[in-house]
């Protein structure tokens, strides 16, 4: 079982940076590809940015690709999300999710675990 906790969402200016967390209560957080999804109000979830074990590949959403960097920190269970250049579009709570696989996907059927999510709305 894995629980994880996403934490640095709020209320920013467009043009402003903020960088989200995901802690992982797992002891083999390594085994896992990462991903980062959002949900804005009235639309479907849709796939952010994905990770895999080792933090070497990485993919990405075309509307972020560019002003976003997944990352993680292994010896602490954590995945990030640094946002650049926030749009309100950007607007949407965003879900952290672990994969038990090698290869980081963007298909949300294939994670196993998902956080509560934080929120982030960005202003015009």
């Known amino acids: 079982q894995v629980q994880l906790v996403e934490s640095g969402g709020g209320l920013v200016q467009a043009g402003d940076s903020l960088r989200l967390s995901c802690a992982a209560s797992v002891r083999t957080f390594g085994n896992y590809a990462m991903g980062w999804f959002r949900q804005a109000p009235g639309k479907e979830r849709e796939f952010v940015a994905a990770i895999n074990w080792s933090g070497d590949e990485a993919y990405y959403q075309d509307s972020v690709n560019g002003r976003s960097t997944i990352s993680r920190d292994n010896a602490k269970n954590t995945v990030y999300l640094q946002m650049n250049s926030l749009k309100p579009e950007d607007t949407a709570v965003y879900y952290c999710?672990?994969?038990?696989?090698?290869?980081?996907?963007?298909?949300?059927?294939?994670?196993?675990?998902w956080g509560n999510g934080t929120r982030l709305t960005v202003s015009s």
């Open positions: 999710a672990a994969d038990h696989a090698v290869v980081p996907v963007s298909a949300d059927h294939e994670y196993d675990y």
